[in-house]
């Protein structure tokens, strides 16, 4: 079955630390991939995408992720996260020919002053 | 500017009655979804719309009803058959495939249903 696994429900940081939110997915075909991040009573923004191409995706924020087919992991980074960082992050993915998304469970990110 | 406008924000109501979501897109979008976010669990299919008159049921559409009779309107209706309506309700939509489509879902802000 496809799936999407973030073991991370929430995850604290300080401030200007680093931070990596894990994502593994499950599917038997080929994927297009997916972060998007909610902040309280919002929809979700997409944050950036992976359709094919270079494996490391970067957001105009500092966020950047990258494909790993052989481990089937797309992991979120940032270097030096911020306090308006605080949101939940949903990983998601989607496949060719179909409407359906599989979305993953949110990690919340909370970064500490 | 386009985008997904869903109404109203927040809405109350008593058991045993419906009530109806209303979402709204100026993004010439095809295809529009229903998703229902719970606390811990992420988001849920409800309904989905790949065309004018023509949906499927998702997941979880038990006690849901939607229509799709304009391009830019995917209503949702929350019936007294719904066991637990309490929740968080997003609507998207997104460009069909092969036609430009770059992949995602687009969001709107949400409803947030309570029932008393």
């Known amino acids: 079955a496809q799936s999407v696994t973030q073991l991370d429900s929430q995850v604290p940081v300080f401030e200007e630390a680093p931070v990596e939110l894990r994502c593994n997915y499950s599917?038997?075909?080929?994927?297009?991939l997916f972060w998007y991040v909610q902040y309280p009573n919002q929809g979700l923004q997409l944050l950036l995408k992976?359709?094919?191409?270079?494996?490391l995706v970067e957001s105009i924020n500092g966020f950047e992720a990258e494909f790993n087919k052989s481990q089937t992991s797309f992991h979120l980074r940032k270097p030096s996260v911020h306090i308006s960082d605080t949101a939940e992050y949903f990983c998601?993915?989607?496949?060719?020919?179909?409407?359906?998304?599989?979305f993953g469970t949110g990690t919340r990110l909370k970064v500490l002053a | 500017d386009g985008g997904i406008t869903q109404s109203p924000k927040y809405l109350f109501r008593k058991e045993g009655q419906n009530v109806t979501l209303s979402c709204e897109q100026n993004?010439?979008?095809?295809?529009m979804y229903w998703y229902r976010q719970d606390p811990g669990q992420g988001l849920r299919l409800i309904y989905y719309?790949?065309?004018?008159?023509?949906?499927q049921k998702g997941d979880i559409a038990e006690g849901y009803s939607v229509s799709r009779e304009k391009k830019e309107s995917f209503p949702l209706t929350v019936t007294s058959a719904q066991k637990n309506p309490t929740a968080f309700y997003l609507c998207?939509?997104?460009?069909?495939?092969?036609?430009?489509?770059?992949?995602?879902?687009?969001f709107g802000e949400g409803s947030r249903l309570t029932v008393l």
């Open positions: 998601a993915f989607t496949t060719s020919g179909t409407y359906k998304y599989i």
């Open positions: 719309s790949q065309i004018v008159n023509d949906f």
């Open positions: 993004l010439n979008h095809d295809a």
């Open positions: 998207a939509s997104r460009f069909p495939s092969g036609s430009g489509n770059t992949g995602e879902l687009f």
């Open positions: 992976y359709l094919s191409g270079s494996t």
């Open positions: 599917s038997s075909v080929s994927v297009y």
